[in-house]
Structure formats: C-alpha cells, structure tokens
C-alpha cells in the first residue's frame, strides 16, 4: 500500500510563505500523479495543484502566480512553494496521488495523506 505524509504546516502571516513537503512510501515504481488539495473550514475539499510524472502542472486559479508545484520522481516526494500566503489560503491541505505501480501491479487510487493545517493570519 501506498501512504502519503505530509510536512510544512503552520502558522504563517499574510504575505508570509510556506513550503509542503509530501513524501510517498511503499514499495513504488512510479506514480503517475502527485499534487496538493485543501479543504477550509465549512467548505468542500478543493484542488490546488497536481503535478504528474511527465512533468505536465495543473493549478487553481485562486494560487497561480503565488504556488509553485514540484516534484522529485526518484525521491516519490512533492513540494508546494506558498508565496503570498493570504487569510483565504487557510485550509488542511491534502497530499494527493493516483496511478501509482507497486511490484508490477498498477493502483489506480486515489489515495490521501493525514493533512496538514496551514492558518494564515496576523
């Protein structure tokens, strides 16, 4: 099985930066998509970035320009770089994959890490 762990969360203050780390573990081949969603409080939970193995980024409109989205394939880790951090980006943030090969078999997922809360706020 795969398990997600995230790292990074806090407290921050508007303006301030923050960067998640969310590193995979199990016995991985490959993991075709790895990327980020929040959920705030009283709302669904959204996406914020996902990054797939070729390379390819997706963003929420909400953080283009102010979240960077990276990956290190041989590590199984994902980085999200938070620059400009404002009041709305508080949320639990979720590492996210699917699509992932383990032993020869393909997991189609998807599968969730525990979270971790990022409060924005003076």
């Known amino acids: 099985q795969v398990q997600l762990v995230e790292s990074g969360g806090g407290l921050v203050q508007p303006g301030g930066s923050l960067r998640l780390s969310c590193a995979a573990s199990g016995s991985i081949s490959s993991i075709n998509v790895m990327g980020w969603y929040r959920q705030a409080p009283g709302e669904e939970r959204e996406l914020v970035a996902v990054?797939?193995?070729?390379?390819?980024?997706n963003y929420a409109d909400s953080v283009k320009d102010r979240f960077t989205i990276t990956r290190d394939n041989d590590k199984y880790t994902v980085y999200l770089q938070m620059n400009s951090l404002k009041p709305a980006d508080t949320a639990v943030y979720y590492c996210?994959?699917?699509?992932?090969?383990?032993?020869?078999?393909?997991?189609?997922?998807?599968?969730w890490g525990k979270g971790t809360l990022i409060t924005v706020s003076s």
């Open positions: 996210y994959s699917h699509g992932v090969t383990s032993m020869s078999v393909f997991y189609a997922g998807p599968y």
């Open positions: 990054h797939t193995r070729t390379g390819s980024t």
